[in-house]
């Protein structure tokens, strides 16, 4: 790993070292059940931009209901989890949160859904190295950027931290991106005069 890549995976760990060891907690126990997982939001961002503090964490994961006994079994003496309401959440294609005691970081948990659109960002997820020896799937860069300009738009173009997360990771990853894929799907999710606005900012 080259210098920069070091320097920025110091810095993750110690803005956000206690969101991580949690999410590492809770994504071991999917991957131990064989649950596609993928690690979205805030913490995504700060992992392709620029590290921000967070106080929970986003996971879109495809839990079916076989997997819920299990789920709870494992995760309820370290969290607050509810069967029935995670039992809704499937069932209505929704999300449900899990609070880890302790700390009282919450964790969003979002049901996948199987639309197309759902499953290319799935299939887009990428494995990212936190420490020498452990990686995490996490939303695409793009995905990322898209996910933040809908919520951005959605919440009337008012959060800043909303927008200051895209351009970051516009910043950071530059050249690497995807354009292409990046405007169609902006245009399908008609945000794509807010993405060219965000590029427009990053160039100046």
């Known amino acids: 790993m080259c210098l920069i890549g070091i320097r920025k995976l110091k810095g993750i760990n110690m803005i956000l070292g206690e969101p991580l060891l949690i999410t590492k907690q809770v994504v071991n126990v999917f991957s131990g059940l064989d649950i596609k997982y993928m690690v979205g939001g805030s913490l995504a961002s700060s992992l392709h931009g620029i590290p921000r503090a967070t106080q929970d964490i986003d996971i879109v994961v495809d839990i079916k209901p076989e997997n819920i006994k299990d789920l709870v079994n494992i995760l309820k003496n370290d969290f607050y989890i509810d069967e029935d309401m995670i039992r809704t959440a499937i069932f209505k294609q929704t999300s449900f949160n899990i609070i880890h005691l302790k700390t009282m970081f919450k ?98």
């Open 107 to 204: 964790v969003d948990i979002f049901i996948f859904k199987h639309d197309e659109a759902s499953k290319e960002e799935m299939a887009r997820r990428k494995s990212y190295k936190i420490s020498d020896n452990y990686y995490l799937f996490v939303s695409s860069a793009e995905d990322i950027i898209l996910h933040k300009l809908f919520w951005y738009e959605l919440g009337s173009r008012i959060s800043d931290r909303q927008w200051t997360d895209v351009i970051g990771v516009l910043q950071v990853q530059g050249n690497q991106l995807d354009y292409k894929y990046l405007k169609k799907c902006a245009i399908r999710m008609n945000i794509n005069e807010l993405l060219t606005k965000a590029i427009e900012e990053t160039e100046k």
